[in-house]
């Protein structure tokens, strides 16, 4: 499904003004969920200001930095992406119970253990990309969406006590009238700044009708440092609070990474004007950056720092620009800022209403690009069975969370959020899916045009056990032929005279065979060259004959590549 509203992908180079009003509205986003939650964090704990002051202008920094690092997709870091940052709810729990039993010291020792888990998870995603599916991404983007939207609702009628009922209601309707107008009408650069206009609306608005309170601002200083002296240090790793506690925040960050893994995908979609194969590096690039930025908070004391998928399918959406420099200036405008706490200040006192209205409609483009991730990869009856019950429990949970009352106060918080229950249960199923299939069969052989009899012994033997027709087994047994050709036509020339190794995997479907080719090959994707050549004249050039023949013999064909492996599946039917 082509994405005509994206004008900049990941890799186009927009220009200076564009990239600078796009990044300045990330930076709104991003400012106003960290001051917000570590606000939050920091009453919740019964720290005092100067802390509050610390925990701010660290999570700045440290959010710059992941942002730009995550731009960047340098080596194991970063997937080349623009994906926003701050200051998240999920270690909130977790690490308001680690200070009330040992203080922040204890808290920032178990976030830096907590983040080595981030780290040994990306090495080892290959094995758990089965369950890391279109799916299982599409449903996180609905989940969040649905739960956010009463949300949303509920910030129109957060006005003072003393002004009219309907103030908010009608500061609301004004902002979501303007940006509904902005982005059905607007274009270019009118669209790219939907979201300043919509809110400098609204808070004139506010102002005329009472409800914008500017004091805040004025009493707020231009330009300060934090107090260093509120950085809380460490505690000892062997202390009895930390092995009881450590357990709940392993937990959490197992969480917190696939569900990373699972935005990491999406957002990799979404940064591009035509859907293409996952490139699961890049997976393992922001969980890396995750990890990083996870550490960096418990060195520094503060909320962990995570990513912010909704917000910045918002900003994509509103802006159509995923370029990924837009990512270098958000992090840079973040960073500087962090000294600026009055520019902090103004960017919080956008009057509730305003900021729900923005939310209706963010929420509602959020749910969208969840169908269409699900849609991309098409919907059989397990696929559709998955995003249904998964859509079921979350919504249900909203009306009722009997599971914050079964598990108690403490894991009621962590896996009684509805939001966390939907994508664990969505990939829960699809683990199920996996195992319930029949078992594999393995071959191991090298990426070699020698290797080419075993392979067609190896299929060959496996559709007749099958029943298959001879026709049948003939046209698998030529898939199995034109991958190993498609494969061997992408690899790059190895200094080793050894050829890689390849790992075939052979599981049975409802009336289909499912191959899997394992190797290490070039950078080109046969997946996106296969997709290429279905827009293109039907005169094929000389070395594409091999991708245009596994089209004709395979149902389908995916390729993810990952650091150090790549896996081409194949689908045949019988």
């Known amino acids: 499904m082509r994405n005509s509203n994206l004008s900049y992908e990941a890799n186009d180079a927009s220009p200076p003004l564009v990239t600078l009003g796009v990044a300045a509205q990330g930076a709104v986003i991003a400012i106003s969920n960290i001051v917000t939650i570590t606000t939050v964090f920091v009453l919740a704990v019964r720290a005092d200001a100067d802390y509050l002051s610390w925990a701010v202008f660290a999570s700045l920094v440290v959010t710059g930095i992941a942002i730009i690092i995550h731009g960047v997709r340098f080596g194991l870091l970063g997937a080349g992406h623009l994906l926003l940052h701050g200051a998240t709810v999920p270690f909130l729990a977790v690490c308001v119970l680690a200070v009330i039993q040992g203080g922040l010291a204890l808290m920032s020792i178990l976030v830096i253990t907590a983040s080595l888990l981030q780290f040994g998870m990306s090495a080892f995603l290959a094995k758990l990309s089965r369950v890391i599916t279109p799916v299982v991404s599409g449903v996180a983007l609905m989940v969040v969406a649905l739960a956010a939207m009463p949300v949303a609702v509920a910030r129109l009628n957060n006005i003072p006590p003393d002004a009219p009922f309907f103030t908010g209601p009608a500061v609301g309707a004004v902002s979501l009238i303007t940006a509904t107008v902005l982005m059905l009408r607007g274009s270019g650069l009118l669209r790219a ?19 914008y309170d500017f004091k805040p601002v004025l009493e707020t200083s231009w330009f300060d440092f934090p107090e260093f002296s509120a950085w809380p240090g460490f505690t000892s790793a062997l202390s009895p609070d930390f092995w009881a506690l450590l357990p709940s925040f392993l937990i959490v960050s197992i969480v917190v990474a696939l569900k990373a893994s699972a935005e990491s995908a999406v957002i990799q979609q979404v940064s591009r004007r035509i859907p293409r194969a996952i490139d699961f590096r890049g997976v393992q690039g922001t969980l890396n950056v995750g990890g990083l930025s996870v550490l960096m908070s418990g060195t520094l004391g503060i909320l962990p720092v995570l990513t912010y998928l909704p917000s910045t399918i918002s900003l994509i959406s509103f802006t159509g620009v995923a370029a990924r420099r837009v990512a ?27 900021s729900g209205s923005i939310l209706m409609v963010i929420m509602g ?4 690009e969840g169908v269409r991730t699900v849609a991309q990869d098409g919907l059989n009856p397990q696929k559709a069975v998955i995003m249904g019950l998964a859509l079921s429990i979350s919504v249900g949970l909203q009306s009722r969370n009997i599971l914050a009352v079964v598990l108690g106060d403490f894991w009621g918080v962590v896996f009684g959020n509805s939001v966390v229950v939907g994508i664990l249960a969505a990939l829960l199923m699809s683990m199920v899916v996996g195992f319930t299939i029949s078992r594999r069969r393995r071959l191991n052989t090298e990426l070699d045009l020698a290797a080419a009899p075993t392979i067609d012994e190896f299929l060959r033997r496996i559709g007749t056990g099958l029943g298959w027709s001879d026709a049948s087994v003939e046209r698998l047994c030529a898939a199995g032929e034109e991958t190993l050709s498609s ?25 289909s065979l ?9 950078e080109e994707n046969i997946e996106d060259r296969i997709a290429f050549m279905s827009e293109q004249a039907e005169a094929p050039d000389v070395g594409d004959i091999s991708f245009r023949l596994l089209r004709h013999y395979a149902s389908s064909v995916r390729h993810r590549k990952y650091h150090g492996i790549d896996v081409v599946t194949v689908q045949v039917d019988a």
């Open 487 to 511: 494969m061997l036509e992408l690899r790059d020339d190895y200094e080793d005279d050894a050829p890689p190794r390849l790992i075939l995997l052979a599981k049975r479907g409802a009336g």
């Open 365 to 368: 483009l959020l749910f969208v």
């Open 514 to 522: 499912e191959i899997e080719f394992m190797a290490v090959f070039a």
């Open 328 to 354: 270098y200036v958000v992090g840079a405008i973040l960073i500087v800022l962090a000294l600026f706490p009055k520019v902090v200040a103004l960017m919080m006192t956008v009057p509730p209403p305003v």
């Open 193 to 211: 700044i939907a979201l300043p206009i919509t809110i400098v609306i609204g808070c004139v608005v506010s102002f005329i009708l009472g409800i």
